[in-house]
């Protein structure tokens, strides 16, 4: 559908055009730096940043009602530009133009609602958003969409060229940061930092397709990232990982998605995330926050921040009830399912700590809770929930396990809806399936395999039958008719199956 079809009322705003003036702004000293050059920490005090529109009371010139009409229809646009995450391009970057913008499928991901079966075993009704279904296959491509767009701004005007662009990652940042660099090759290179022996051999596999220079180092996610940031602060690269301000911008747009999927209506919600270098749920909580000054929703949603006990330095700080009693403490992680959530010193935590701040004052009660599950609890929801239609990844286990404890601790009530974050897609942790299935966990998961959710082939082949086809010897005439017979046959018995 083309904007000239659309209300006239609206017909102006359908097209957006750059606005605003962004600026970074510090959380520590509160200074501000233009977006002219690539920041990642402050210059002047070595803080986070955030990006701040100083023009934002601009987007109060429109009702709500008026905003959810725009978006509604800009929802039929066939323009690339605006079907991924910035078709909400005044929330997210207002001053890139359409003509920069990266787009390659990535956005409004499937919320799938639970069957009945599952939502009784939890106790209330939730969707799962599956995120995986983005191009890499993790929610990690939000945030390189809006990075590598500022980044393609930066190039086709002058400011920076032969970009070399590095991250450290758990497995998803880097295969999102190489394919989203690719695309823009010669313009931009990339190069990723990956813990040796840590990464799944389906997320390693993504970054060398893509053509990136994969580096494995000794340790941990947090080693690699000490590396890359020595890296930012000595030569002249561009950092992907979630201190770049611009990622959490585009992970925004997954409060903004569910959002306009619920009809905008928030009252009585709950979202649920995972908690790895805690971007996702700083980007959840400001998106949420944008929306809601902007009248677009009227309520805002409870947040459930989920961690798992072998990586949970989030939920330790929380644990302290006297705001001015906490004090933030890194530690030492240990073997997780949900390795992206390996991280014991999330590099957004001072965002953490402003975002709910500012979310629970907004919400005028505590509306951000945080629990921390035991990685059996998450190995078994990843894999009932995957029994029940879903194509859960870990993460999406995490956020399932946290949803059920919370709602055992009084933090969720029967009567809420809940959005629970599946991150990445199942077949990128298929090897931690097959250890379950095989009863192979390594002891240090501390996992034991339920044998009610184990399960495994079987191999079929009938003890009377002298011949069975293989490869490049197929069989023929009455002995193919015998194996067609028998093996059937077999398997009807092994199924319990009765005549007709």
């Known amino acids: 559908m083309t904007p000239e079809k659309f209300p006239e009322h609206i017909r102006s705003h359908i097209l957006p055009t750059p606005s605003g003036e962004m600026r970074y702004h510090c959380l520590g000293c509160a200074e501000t730096f233009g977006i002219e050059q690539l920041l990642y920490t402050c210059p002047a005090c070595g803080e986070v940043l955030l990006l701040q529109d100083m023009e934002k009371n601009r987007l109060k010139g429109l009702s709500g009602e008026t905003w959810r009409e725009i978006l509604d229809y800009r929802r039929m646009l066939k323009i690339p530009a605006l079907k991924g995450i910035y078709r909400f391009h005044e929330f997210i970057g207002p001053v890139i133009p359409l003509d920069a913008i990266l787009y390659l499928g990535e956005g409004h991901t499937p919320m799938v609602e639970a069957n009945e079966r599952l939502k009784k075993e939890i106790g209330l009704r939730f969707f799962y958003k599956n995120d995986g279904q983005n191009p890499s296959a993790s929610f990690k491509d939000r945030g390189?969409?809006?990075?590598?767009?500022?980044?393609?701004?930066?190039?086709?005007?002058?400011?920076?060229?032969?970009?070399l662009a590095v991250c450290a990652s758990t497995g998803d940042t880097s295969a999102a940061a190489a394919l989203y660099a690719s695309y823009l090759q010669p313009l931009v290179k990339s190069a990723?930092?990956?813990?040796?022996?840590?990464?799944?051999?389906?997320?390693l596999s993504?970054?060398?397709?893509?053509?990136?220079?994969?580096?494995?180092?000794?340790?941990?996610?947090?080693?690699?990232?000490?590396?890359?940031?020595?890296?930012?602060?000595?030569?002249?690269?561009?950092?992907?990982?979630?201190?770049?301000?611009?990622?959490?911008?585009?992970?925004?747009?997954?409060?903004?998605?569910?959002?306009?999927?619920?009809?905008?209506?928030?009252?009585?919600?709950?979202?649920?995330?995972?908690?790895?270098?805690?971007?996702?749920?700083?980007?959840?909580?400001?998106?949420?926050?944008?929306?809601?000054?902007?009248?677009?929703?009227?309520?805002?949603?409870?947040?459930?921040?989920?961690?798992?006990?072998?990586a949970n330095p989030v939920y330790r700080y929380y644990l302290e009830p006297d705001a001015e009693k906490r004090h933030f403490v890194p530690m030492t992680v240990k073997p997780s399912v949900a390795q992206a959530a390996m991280i014991g010193n999330p590099v957004s935590m001072p965002r953490v700590i402003s975002l709910v701040r500012q979310y629970n004052e907004r919400s005028g009660r505590q509306n951000v809770f945080f629990v921390s599950v035991p990685e059996q609890e998450i190995m078994d929801a990843q894999l009932l929930a995957n029994r029940n239609g879903h194509i859960a990844c870990t993460h999406g286990g995490e956020t399932l396990a946290g949803l059920a404890r919370a709602k055992k601790a009084g933090f969720v009530s029967p009567h809420e809806t809940a959005i629970i974050d599946s991150t990445a897609h199942a077949l990128k942790f298929s090897g931690f399936q097959e250890m379950y299935f095989e009863d192979r966990m390594p002891e240090e998961y501390q996992i034991q395999p339920r044998p009610e959710l184990r399960n495994a082939p079987h191999f079929i082949r009938p003890e009377g039958l002298k011949e069975v086809p293989a490869p490049g010897k197929p069989l023929s005439g009455e002995a193919f008719q015998a194996f067609v017979e028998q093996t059937s046959d077999a398997i009807a018995r092994n199924l319990g199956l009765s005549l007709r």
């Not at 809006?146 to 005007?157: C, G, P």
């Not at 990723?192 to 997320?203: E, I, M, R, S, Y």
Request: hydrophobic fraction near 45%; include cysteine; aromatic fraction near 8%.
């Open 144 to 163: 390189m969409a809006s990075a590598l767009s500022y980044i393609h701004y930066l190039v086709k005007t002058g400011k920076v060229d032969n970009v």
């Open 192 to 203: 990723v930092l990956l813990p040796h022996g840590k990464v799944t051999p389906q997320q």
């Open 206 to 310: 993504q970054p060398l397709g893509s053509g990136a220079c994969v580096f494995e180092v000794p340790g941990v996610f947090d080693d690699c990232m000490k590396v890359v940031e020595a890296l930012s602060e000595k030569y002249n690269v561009a950092l992907l990982n979630s201190k770049n301000a611009w990622r959490i911008l585009g992970q925004e747009s997954y409060s903004y998605e569910i959002a306009q999927d619920l009809e905008f209506d928030m009252k009585d919600k709950v979202v649920v995330v995972p908690i790895g270098n805690a971007g996702n749920i700083t980007a959840v909580m400001a998106g949420f926050l944008k929306f809601h000054s902007a009248g677009i929703i009227t309520d805002l949603p409870r947040i459930l921040g989920v961690q798992s006990d072998h």
